[in-house]
């Protein structure tokens, strides 16, 4: 190791180093509130064809450079292997063609398209299926399609000699750590955050996670480590995120309600406590979530494994409030699954917004309970009883079907 550059990169495994980049300031990731930052993994496998799993986000690109030579001289690289084309992974990888001038760069089918739907390359991809290899020479990478794991172009690749897994955004986490391995974190941290990100990046693609994690297991590869292209790197425990993988994605009702409302002037406030009450005096468990104090990619973490979604609105200017608006666009983008659901929201002169809100929870196919409650102005007490009693119907709704 070059012990006198700035940035340097961390053995994962005999043959394997991670070279990636730590980005501490990013807080917003296409709407995903990214409070604790990320970390965007590449990795360099000194095979006889010395090769580069993924790259970074263009603005780290030297971050990246530097750690490659602190093991080896960049251009000695022959082979890219580029397993996912969203720039986060990809934003420097013109420039780094333009200066290692691999011999070859490959990605899947999909992610030919991509990349060089990106950057306009002609002819510069080396497009893969599933059941193709990389020969390194003294090794071998096994490529798995994983389409819609996330994006159609991503796939797997896995390094026979050393048992990694490169899994590209599958199995990660917003995590921006000196630690590079899991096992050197809380398990507290990690639970968290591996839940925001499946809930957030993975959640729209449950069905795929299902049938990829039946496929790559019938492939029977000897994983020893899990090396994602966001977050940690798992040299133990991955097995155990396999299987949360698999239980996100069923999307099993659960006795959790999640609760989500703004409010104008207090009025959908007090109708949301009441429903909270309701709901927590059968026994369920509730989380209230004012807009005013949560994060959408908060919310849906909540959501993950919830069974209920009550969603509340104040009507303003004829429409939804717009945090309310925001919020609920990007949880229907999610498809969250066998959800149940209510509506409620306060309004002046056209109750609009619980209409609104009742449309929006039926074409995420939640079942409603109830019609919702309208109130005009501010609750009185027998208003703010109604709530607490559609609270009530949607926790004895919950216990029957879970
Ligand atoms: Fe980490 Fe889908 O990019």
Redesign the pocket.
């Known amino acids: 190791m070059n012990e006198s550059l700035p940035f340097q990169a961390v053995k994962i495994s005999e043959h394997v180093y991670w070279v990636g980049a730590i980005d501490w300031n990013l807080r917003d990731f296409h709407g995903y509130a990214t409070e604790r930052g990320t970390t ?1 993994n590449a990795f360099l496998i000194l095979a006889d064809k010395v090769t580069l799993i993924d790259t970074v986000k263009k603005p780290f690109k030297d971050e990246m450079l530097s750690r490659i030579r602190s093991v080896i001289d960049p251009l000695k690289i022959e082979y890219i292997v580029s397993n ?1 084309s ?1 720039m ?2 990809s934003g420097c990888l013109p420039e780094i063609i333009d200066f290692l001038k691999p011999k070859k760069v490959f990605a899947s089918v999909r992610g030919e398209k991509a990349l060089s739907g990106h950057f306009r390359f002609k002819d510069q991809i080396t497009p893969l299926k599933t059941g193709e290899n990389i020969p390194l020479g003294n090794m071998n990478l096994s490529v798995v399609e994983t389409p819609m794991l ?2 159609p172009d991503s796939m797997f690749t896995f390094l026979d000699s050393d048992g990694v897994l490169f899994s ?2 599958g199995f ?1 986490m917003h995590l921006a750590t000196v630690e590079r391995f899991a096992d050197e974190l809380p398990s507290e941290l990690l639970e968290y955050e591996e839940k925001k990100y499946y809930a957030n ?1 993975i959640l729209p693609y449950s069905k795929m996670v299902l049938s990829t994690l039946e496929s790559f297991t019938k492939l029977n590869f000897p994983v020893k480590i899990v090396a994602p ?2 977050g940690p790197v798992w040299r133990q425990g991955w097995q155990k995120l396999f299987e949360l993988y698999k239980k996100w994605a069923m999307q099993k009702p659960a006795k959790k309600a999640v609760i989500v409302y703004d409010t104008m002037w207090e009025s959908t406030d007090k109708m949301a406590r009441a429903i909270s009450e309701g709901i927590a005096s059968v026994g369920i468990l509730t989380r209230m979530m004012p807009l005013k104090g949560s994060h959408r990619s908060n919310i849906a973490t909540e959501v993950l494994d919830a069974g209920a979604l009550i969603v509340g609105s104040p009507t303003l200017n004829d429409n939804l409030y717009p945090t309310v608006a925001d919020c609920m666009t990007y949880l229907k983008g999610l498809k969250p699954q066998n959800l149940i659901g209510a509506v409620f929201g306060s309004y002046g002169w056209n109750p609009a917004a619980v209409e609104q809100l009742k449309e929006l929870l039926k074409a995420m196919n939640v079942e409603l309970v109830g019609e919702g409650v309208k109130v005009r102005y501010v609750p009185d007490d027998e208003a703010l009883m109604e709530c607490r009693n559609l609270g009530k119907q949607v926790g004895a709704r919950l216990k029957e079907i879970c």
């Open positions: 965007y996912h969203e986060d992974h996330h994006w590209q955004d990660g990046i292209d966001h």
